[in-house]
């Protein structure tokens, strides 16, 4: 994990690539329209943040349903909790 340069903080959240951007860029109304860009937009973000991991196990171990956490989806978030769900089954 880096540090951003001016800061000392080891928390994620300090971290994230998305933390000076609107919130709303990562909680989109809908799934369909504008919702589409929208979401594709914050993920990229994601994609370009060093603590990613960070923030997607974050979203799952505190059940975040709504946005886009960790570079995921709502539905690639459900879809992941699924399998592990079925992995400790098995």
């Given amino acids: 994990m880096t540090v951003r340069p001016g ?3 080891t928390d994620w959240r300090d971290l ?4 000076d951007l609107d919130p709303e860029l990562f909680f989109p109304i809908g799934s369909s329209g ?7 937009q914050a993920v990229r973000v994601c994609h370009q943040c060093t603590v ?4 997607l196990t974050f979203a799952l ?3 975040q349903d709504a ?3 960790g570079g ?10 699924r399998v ?4 400790r089954v098995t």
């Fill in 16 to 19: 994230a690539r998305c933390r």
């Fill in 72 to 81: 995921t989806t709502e539905e690639q978030r459900r879809s992941l909790i």
């Fill in 67 to 69: 946005g886009v956490w």
């Fill in 84 to 87: 592990r769900s079925r992995e």
């Fill in 34 to 40: 504008p919702a589409v860009a929208q979401t594709q």
């Fill in 7 to 9: 800061t000392h903080s």
């Fill in 52 to 55: 990613t991991e960070a923030c």
């Fill in 61 to 63: 171990e505190q059940h």
